[in-house]
C-alpha cells in the first residue's frame, strides 16, 4: 500500500494528484491531506466524486483489509480540510506582503504581470469579475502570463483570512508565498470540479492568436 495507487481507479500518480487517508485509533478512516499522519495509508483521486465512489463502495474497507467506519459526508469533510488548509496558507501570503486587495490593486497587479491568480469572493458582482477578466484577457494577448481566477470562499471567509473587511476581490502574487498559496488552491479547485470558465477564456483567446495569425 505504500504505492500511489488511487483505490478507486487503480491508476498510479503523483501525490498531488491523489489525497492519502489513513486509520485512527477508532478504526474511522482519516483524510490526510498533508500527508504527514502515522500508520498505513492509502490513496484516492483528489476530487469529491472519487472520494464520495471510494465511500460507497466500500472501498477503503478492501484497502486497509479491516472493518473501518468511513464519515458519513466525507467528501465534506475533506472539502473543509482543503478550504481551510488554502485560506490558512492565504493568511501567511498576506502577512509575507504577497498579496493585494480591492478591484484597482487587482487590475494593477494583473496588468503588470505581478499577480500569480486572482481570487473572487463567491458575493464578487458581474460587473467587477468583469473588468479584472478583461485585464486578464489583455495581459495574455500582450505575451504576459496567463493568471487563473477563482471563485471559492465567501467575503467572510476570505476577510478573516486576509484580516481585512468586505474583501471581494483579491490577487496572490508570484512570490514564494504566493507559490504555496496556489498549490492549495488549485488542490481545492480540482477538488470541486475545475473553473470550466477559466478554461474556456484561455482556449479562446488562444483560438483568437491562431486566427490573427493565420490572417498573416
Not at 500527508?35 to 484497502?63: Q, S, Y
Not at 484577457?137 to 467572510?156: N, Q, S
Request: charged share 25%; net charge neutral; hydrophobic share 50%.
Amino acid at each position: 500500500m505504500n504505492d500511489r495507487t488511487c483505490i478507486v481507479t487503480r491508476r498510479q500518480a503523483e501525490a498531488d494528484e491523489l489525497i492519502r487517508f489513513v486509520v485512527g485509533p477508532d478504526s474511522a478512516v482519516v483524510p490526510d491531506i498533508k500527508r504527514n499522519l502515522p500508520g498505513r495509508g492509502c490513496w484516492v483521486t483528489a476530487d469529491r466524486l472519487h472520494i464520495e465512489k471510494a465511500a460507497a463502495k466500500n472501498l477503503f474497507a478492501r484497502a486497509f483489509k479491516a472493518q473501518v467506519t468511513v464519515p458519513a459526508d466525507i467528501g465534506g469533510m475533506v472539502d473543509g480540510l482543503l478550504s481551510r488548509y488554502a485560506l490558512g496558507m492565504l493568511g501567511l501570503a498576506r502577512k509575507a506582503g504577497a498579496v493585494v486587495l480591492g478591484a484597482a490593486k487587482v487590475e494593477g497587479a494583473v496588468r503588470d504581470g505581478q499577480a500569480l491568480l486572482v481570487l473572487h469572493a463567491a458575493e464578487a458582482s458581474d460587473d467587477g469579475v468583469r473588468k479584472i477578466s478583461q485585464a486578464r484577457r489583455a495581459t495574455v494577448h500582450l505575451g504576459g502570463p496567463a493568471i487563473l481566477a477563482y471563485k471559492l470562499f465567501p467575503e467572510a471567509e476570505l476577510s478573516l483570512a486576509l484580516g481585512g473587511t468586505n474583501v471581494i476581490h483579491a490577487a496572490v502574487l508570484a512570490q514564494d508565498a504566493g507559490l504555496a498559496v496556489e498549490k492549495r488552491v488549485v488542490a481545492l479547485d480540482r477538488y470541486r470540479g475545475g473553473t470550466p470558465n477559466d478554461l474556456a477564456m484561455l482556449a479562446a483567446v488562444a483560438d483568437e492568436d491562431d486566427a490573427a495569425e493565420d490572417v498573416e
